[in-house]
């Protein structure tokens, strides 16, 4: 059994649903303009296969069964005998129900129980198998017709076939021929065109003898000579004339076509052309043809199944397979029915209720509107292209006809000729004398354009070597101004580069100033904490002095040995202690008389109260032997008084210059001076610096020979070994500030220093 669904048919019924419908029927239009065939109206083949109880190309009817009378698979292609198609649906207003269409193709051509569609069983075009339709009457009594069908598929193929064969006066299909009157003989181009070339044979066999007479009758020693005899060459010349203005348009080629044609004469070819054009149309459209009736819209059988195989599967979707068959049972009885789900409907959306017989017709129409689309796809597209090149054809070839029209070259008598060619002879002659005149006119105006020409190419050259002159000119100008513009380049990069020197050498300047200030504070820092340490120590030396200042007088912490018992016993003296050499000094300052002869003890014992002097104490080394000598006489001044005598101190030693005398300068200080009319200072570490006021460059010598030259001018300070820091004012003079607040001013211009102190005062030095 086949199967029940072709699986293309979906594809095939939805192909052509966007196209439109042609606007006329080309290819039947083109077939019958080309054969002389009546092609049928399309619109009208399908009105003797319409059965009014289905639609076009089927019959139908629609049975109520039982629901035990479904089975799976029961709709589709050849499912039971006697019917050719069969849909099961459910009806949705009755439930114990199911309703059977059987559907029976109209005209369709059976083998035993198998429906055989047309196919041309080959794609050889003169081999196809094709059908002529039959009239018969179906089931129902109904008139039915397939021969309008087959005349309008098949018709067209036998009409071409035999156009190709050179004559459709016997086409004949179905039982329908070609009229008489309206076949076409393609033998006819060819039988024509030797009509033509029969005519241009004459005119050229004709032309040859006729210019033979015309030269014996022109040569000198003609026997007929005269005004006749000229006469009748006149003629002969004018025949002549007009027979070969036959021929050279008997000779023109078609102006379009493919190739030369055949032929002795521009009709002929033209005429051959034609026919070939003709031959190549039918070639195409019988190709046309085959690949139509090998597809699978040449059927509209065929496609009427594709149809139905559509709907039949919409049912099996929306209608079968959305309800369900269900029993009901009693005591004595059951019931089956069945119940739709969501989603089932009997309605199709472009046939409407399938209950309805009447919108079955829809089928049929849907059907033959794709074939027809077909036929519109796979005949009416190609003879579009097939006319359209035919009829330009045609009308090229038509006008090789209509302008190629053979017109004799005179229409005048022989003596109107003859007079014509007088008169020509002698308007020849003025025409010579005149042609002389414009010649001779034309080589002295010849003659004047070769010297304005002359002219001219002088002026030109003379402009062309003012021009050269002008450019050298402008060319020296411009190498002399790109040399200025050189030049200038190279000035200008000269002074950058100058530029670029000197602000290399400002920041090399400006760094080395900055190093010495750099130095300068680090060689400050050093000073102020050399000072720091020297002060230490200073201070710690004058604790040691204070110290033993304060143990001279301290018995408890001077050994003195007998001279303790000498001095301070406590025995009084009752006798004179004989020659003291002045001990007790003057009357009434003993005292004085004991200092007198204490040896040299400076004034330890000087100023008011007889406290200890520490302004001199000089060279206390001898005290003890001055005082020992002192006590050995029994001394005493007039009077004989025993003053009350002061013990002296222990042996204090030397105490050098421990209190030197107020204003003198500590070793650890700077001494200034002149040098050759220069400020120089010395420093106890062995440094010094010596200032040239001319240059304002301070030289500072260290310890170790090295120096180091400062330019006071601008604004730059130094710092020196003992902290102090010396600079220039702005009139020129050297200034020196120390860190205990005093400044030293020098004016090199008169050698003099002035020191201010800390508490304004001032001393004013010569250093000449």
Same mark, same amino acid.
């Given at each position: 059994?086949?199967?029940?669904?072709?699986?293309?048919?979906?594809?095939?019924?939805?192909?052509?649903?966007?196209?439109?419908?042609?606007?006329?029927?080309?290819?039947?239009?083109?077939?019958?303009?080309?054969?002389?065939?009546?092609?049928?109206?399309?619109?009208?083949?399908?009105?003797?296969?319409?059965?009014?109880?289905?639609?076009?190309?089927?019959?139908?009817?629609?049975?109520?069964?039982?629901?035990?009378?479904?089975?799976?698979?029961?709709? %589709?292609?050849?499912?039971?005998?006697?019917?050719?198609?069969?849909?099961?649906?459910?009806?949705?207003?009755?439930?114990?129900?199911?309703?059977?269409?059987?559907?029976?193709?109209?005209?369709?051509?059976?083998?035993?129980?198998?429906?055989?569609?047309?196919?041309?069983?080959?794609?050889?075009?003169?081999?196809?198998?094709? $059908?002529?339709?039959?009239?018969?009457?179906?089931?129902?009594?109904?008139?039915?017709?397939?021969?309008?069908?087959?005349?309008?598929?098949?018709?067209?193929?036998?009409?071409?076939?035999?156009?190709?064969?050179?004559?459709?006066?016997?086409?004949?299909?179905?039982?329908?021929?070609?009229?008489?009157?309206?076949?076409?003989?393609?033998?006819?181009?060819?039988?024509?065109?030797?009509?033509?070339?029969?005519?241009?044979?004459?005119?050229?066999?004709?032309?040859?003898?006729?210019?033979?007479?015309?030269?014996?009758?022109?040569?000198?020693?003609?026997?007929?000579?005269?005004?006749?005899?000229?006469?009748?060459?006149?003629?002969?010349?004018?025949?002549?004339?007009?027979?070969?203005?036959?021929?050279?348009?008997?000779?023109?080629?078609?102006?379009?076509?493919?190739?030369?044609?055949?032929?002795?004469?521009?009709?002929?070819?033209?005429?051959?052309?034609?026919?070939?054009?003709?031959?190549?149309?039918?070639?195409?459209?019988?190709?046309?043809?085959?690949?139509?009736?090998?597809?699978?819209?040449?059927?509209?059988?065929?496609?009427?199944?594709?149809?139905?195989?559509?709907?039949?599967?919409?049912?099996?979707?929306?209608?079968?397979?959305?309800?369900?068959?269900?029993?009901?049972?009693?005591?004595?009885?059951?019931?089956?029915?069945?119940?739709?789900?969501?989603?089932?409907?009997?309605?199709?959306?472009?046939?409407?209720?399938?209950?309805?017989?009447?919108?079955?017709?829809?089928?049929?129409?849907?059907?033959?509107?794709?074939?027809?689309?077909?036929?519109?796809?796979?005949?009416?597209?190609?003879?579009?292209?097939?006319?359209?090149?035919?009829?330009?054809?045609?009308?090229?070839?038509?006008?090789?006809?209509?302008?190629?029209?053979?017109?004799?070259?005179?229409?005048?008598?022989?003596?109107?000729?003859?007079?014509? $060619?007088?008169?020509?002879?002698?308007?020849?002659?003025?025409?010579?004398?005149?042609?002389?005149?414009?010649?001779?006119?034309?080589?002295?105006?010849?003659?004047?354009?070769?010297?304005?020409?002359?002219?001219?190419?002088?002026?030109?050259?003379?402009?062309?070597?003012?021009?050269?002159? $002008?450019?050298?000119?402008?060319?020296?100008?411009?190498?002399?101004?790109?040399?200025?513009?050189?030049?200038?380049?190279?000035?200008?990069?000269?002074?950058?580069?100058?530029?670029?020197?000197?602000?290399?050498?400002?920041?090399?300047?400006?760094?080395?100033?900055?190093?010495?200030?750099?130095?300068?504070?680090?060689?400050?820092?050093?000073?102020?904490?050399?000072?720091?340490?020297?002060?230490?120590?200073?201070?710690?030396?004058?604790?040691?002095?204070?110290?033993?200042?304060?143990?001279?007088?301290?018995?408890?912490?001077?050994?003195?040995?007998?001279?303790?018992?000498?001095?301070?016993?406590?025995?009084?003296?009752?006798?004179?202690?004989?020659?003291?050499?002045?001990?007790?000094?003057?009357?009434?300052?003993?005292?004085?008389?004991?200092?007198?002869?204490?040896?040299?003890?400076?004034?330890?014992?000087?100023?008011?109260?007889?406290?200890?002097?520490?302004?001199?104490?000089?060279?206390?080394?001898?005290?003890?032997?001055?005082?020992?000598?002192?006590?050995?006489?029994?001394?005493? %001044?007039?009077?004989?008084?025993?003053?009350?005598?002061?013990?002296?101190?222990?042996?204090?030693?030397?105490?050098?210059?421990?209190?030197?005398?107020?204003?003198?300068?500590?070793?650890?200080?700077?001494?200034?001076?002149?040098?050759? %009319?220069?400020?120089?200072?010395?420093?106890?570490?062995?440094?010094?610096?010596?200032?040239?006021?001319?240059?304002?460059?301070?030289?500072?010598? %260290?310890?170790?020979?090295?120096?180091?030259?400062?330019?006071?001018?601008?604004?730059?300070?130094?710092?020196?070994?003992?902290?102090?820091?010396?600079?220039?004012?702005?009139?020129?003079?050297?200034?020196?500030?120390?860190?205990?607040?005093?400044?030293?001013?020098?004016?090199?211009?008169?050698?003099?220093?002035?020191?201010?102190?800390?508490?304004?005062?001032?001393?004013?030095?010569?250093?000449?």
């Amino acid at each position: 059994m086949v199967d029940r669904y072709d699986a293309d048919s979906i594809d095939n019924v939805n192909k052509y649903e966007d196209a439109t419908d042609a606007s006329s029927d080309v290819w039947a239009g083109l077939v019958t303009h080309i054969t002389g065939y009546p092609v049928p109206d399309r619109s009208t083949v399908f009105d003797t296969l319409r059965s009014d109880h289905g639609g076009k190309l089927f019959r139908m009817d629609i049975r109520d069964r039982g629901l035990g009378s479904f089975v799976e698979d029961a709709s %589709g292609f050849l499912r039971n005998t006697g019917e050719d198609y069969d849909i099961w649906f459910f009806d949705g207003g009755k439930k114990t129900q199911i309703k059977q269409a059987r559907i029976v193709f109209e005209g369709r051509v059976k083998a035993g129980d198998e429906l055989i569609f047309a196919d041309p069983g080959t794609d050889d075009v003169a081999n196809a198998s094709v $059908r002529e339709g039959n009239e018969f009457k179906d089931y129902n009594k109904d008139q039915m017709s397939t021969v309008a069908l087959a005349r309008y598929m098949n018709g067209p193929r036998t009409a071409l076939l035999e156009l190709l064969g050179g004559n459709t006066a016997d086409a004949r299909f179905s039982n329908l021929g070609v009229a008489e009157d309206a076949s076409v003989d393609l033998n006819s181009f060819d039988t024509t065109g030797r009509a033509f070339d029969f005519a241009a044979q004459f005119f050229r066999d004709q032309g040859p003898k006729i210019k033979e007479w015309e030269d014996a009758l022109g040569r000198e020693d003609a026997t007929w000579k005269g005004e006749a005899a000229e006469v009748f060459r006149s003629l002969l010349t004018k025949i002549r004339e007009n027979y070969d203005a036959y021929i050279e348009t008997f000779d023109e080629k078609p102006g379009t076509g493919e190739g030369d044609g055949t032929g002795k004469t521009v009709y002929s070819r033209a005429l051959s052309q034609a026919r070939s054009a003709l031959e190549d149309a039918a070639d195409k459209l019988l190709d046309a043809w085959i690949t139509w009736a090998n597809s699978d819209y040449y059927d509209p059988h065929r496609v009427l199944r594709y149809v139905l195989d559509d709907l039949a599967q919409w049912v099996d979707t929306n209608n079968v397979a959305n309800t369900d068959i269900k029993t009901t049972y009693s005591a004595y009885s059951s019931t089956t029915y069945h119940d739709p789900r969501d989603g089932f409907t009997q309605n199709h959306p472009e046939y409407g209720d399938l209950t309805d017989i009447a919108n079955w017709a829809k089928v049929g129409d849907k059907a033959v509107q794709i074939w027809s689309r077909g036929v519109d796809e796979y005949l009416v597209k190609p003879a579009r292209t097939v006319q359209s090149t035919l009829n330009n054809t045609f009308l090229d070839l038509g006008g090789d006809f209509t302008e190629n029209i053979p017109e004799p070259k005179s229409t005048s008598t022989a003596s109107q000729e003859y007079e014509e $060619r007088k008169a020509e002879e002698a308007q020849e002659e003025i025409d010579r004398q005149n042609e002389e005149n414009r010649r001779y006119q034309d080589e002295l105006r010849e003659e004047q354009e070769r010297q304005r020409e002359e002219d001219k190419r002088a002026q030109d050259e003379l402009r062309e070597e003012q021009n050269r002159q $002008r450019e050298e000119d402008k060319r020296a100008q411009d190498e002399l101004r790109e040399e200025q513009n050189r030049q200038r380049e190279e000035d200008k990069r000269a002074q950058d580069e100058l530029r670029e020197e000197q602000n290399r050498q400002r920041d090399e300047d400006r760094d080395y100033q900055d190093e010495l200030r750099e130095e300068q504070e680090r060689q400050r820092e050093e000073d102020r904490k050399y000072q720091d340490e020297l002060r230490a120590e200073q201070e710690k030396q004058a604790d040691e002095a204070q110290e033993q200042l304060r143990t001279l007088n301290d018995p408890s912490a001077t050994d003195l040995g007998g001279l303790d018992d000498l001095l301070n016993r406590d025995l009084p003296v009752t006798e004179s202690l004989g020659d003291m050499g002045g001990l007790n000094g003057t009357s009434g300052d003993a005292d004085s008389a004991l200092t007198d002869d204490l040896g040299n003890l400076g004034a330890v014992n000087g100023g008011p109260g007889g406290g200890p002097s520490t302004d001199g104490l000089g060279n206390l080394g001898d005290a003890n032997n001055a005082v020992n000598e002192s006590l050995a006489g029994p001394g005493g %001044g007039p009077g004989g008084g025993q003053p009350a005598v002061v013990p002296p101190p222990a042996n204090l030693g030397s105490l050098g210059g421990l209190n030197s005398g107020g204003g003198a300068r500590l070793p650890n200080e700077r001494t200034p001076g002149l040098v050759d %009319g220069n400020p120089v200072a010395r420093f106890p570490d062995g440094s010094s610096t010596s200032f040239d006021p001319d240059t304002g460059l301070l030289t500072t010598t %260290g310890p170790d020979g090295s120096t180091t030259t400062t330019d006071l001018g601008n604004g730059l300070q130094v710092t020196n070994p003992d902290g102090s820091v010396t600079s220039l004012t702005d009139d020129g003079k050297l200034a020196t500030t120390f860190p205990d607040g005093r400044t030293e001013t020098i004016d090199p211009s008169t050698g003099r220093a002035v020191t201010t102190g800390p508490d304004g005062s001032t001393t004013t030095t010569d250093l000449g």
